[in-house]
T-cell receptor, first 115, second 111 residues
Framework: DAMVIQNPRYQVTQFGKPVTLSCSQTLNHNVMYWYQQKSSQAPKLLFHYYDKDFNNEADTPDNFQSRRPNTSFCFLDIRSPGLGDAAMYLC??????????????FGPGTRLTVL | KQEVTQIPAALSVPEGENLVLNCSFTDSAIYNLQWFRQDPGKGLTSLLLIQSSQREQTSGRLNASLDKSSGRSTLYIAASQPGDSATYLCAVKPGANNLFFGTGTRLTVIP
């Protein structure tokens, strides 16, 4: 029944060691999003894909990159994680970006710890 | 730039009480406003979506209102239950871009 799946649920990495987080969806939605949520803070959009078109938020650090090889999968790559990158990373999908009724469906998140 | 504020940051109520959560936003040019629920360590679940042309939406014990001109929304929860304990976030959709979230209200319903 799961619609937006994130793996792993918990990820521990070392300072500076590259890490990849995975998101997959069974909804066939054309838009996929990656959010970063630090403790007691609002989710913050990092980037999103509209089909294959990549849209980076202006204040997303260069350390964060993303890949979307097909409709179902999207990856978040953190090239050199710092202590400040420890957070919950949320993946979301939506069908169409601009409609009044558009809602986003979120995965359970990946909790990233940086040692 | 759009800013979303939620008050209070935390709220504890005894079971059975009715309660209101508040959300305010600075830019009224929005497509819609949504209320989400987040359980500890989990993702977000959409509760209600109010289109910019609508005034309110209801789902079960939940009722959300939107006053776009004043930049305010409320989420009313009737007859609260311990299972309602979670963080509630509101988010606005400014055009074809992303969602701007508030920091949430952490609700505890005491049995």
């Amino acid at each position: 029944d799961a619609m937006v799946i994130q793996n792993p649920r918990y990820q521990v990495t070392q300072f500076g060691k590259p890490v990849t987080l995975s998101c997959s969806q069974t909804l066939n939605h054309n838009v996929m999003y990656w959010y970063q949520q630090k403790s007691s803070q609002a989710p913050k959009l990092l980037f999103h894909y509209y089909d294959k078109d990549f849209n980076n938020e202006a204040d997303t650090p260069d350390n964060f990159q993303s890949r979307r090889p097909n409709t179902s999968f999207c990856f978040l790559d953190i090239r050199s994680p710092g202590l400040g990158d420890a957070a919950m990373y949320l993946c979301a999908t939506s069908r169409v970006q601009a409609e009044n009724t558009d809602t986003q469906y979120f995965g359970p998140g990946t909790r990233l710890t940086v040692l | 730039k759009q800013e979303v504020t939620q008050i209070p940051a935390a709220l504890s109520v005894p079971e059975g009480e009715n309660l209101v959560l508040n959300c305010s936003f600075t830019d009224s040019a929005i497509y819609n406003l949504q209320w989400f629920r987040q359980d500890p360590g989990k993702g977000l679940t959409s509760l209600l979506l109010i289109q910019s042309s609508q005034r309110e939406q209801t789902s079960g014990r939940l009722n959300a209102s939107l006053d776009k001109s004043s930049g305010r929304s409320t989420l009313y929860i009737a007859a609260s239950q311990p299972g309602d304990s979670a963080t509630y976030l509101c988010a606005v959709k400014p055009g074809a871009n992303n969602l701007f979230f508030g920091t949430g209200t952490r609700l505890t319903v005491i049995p």
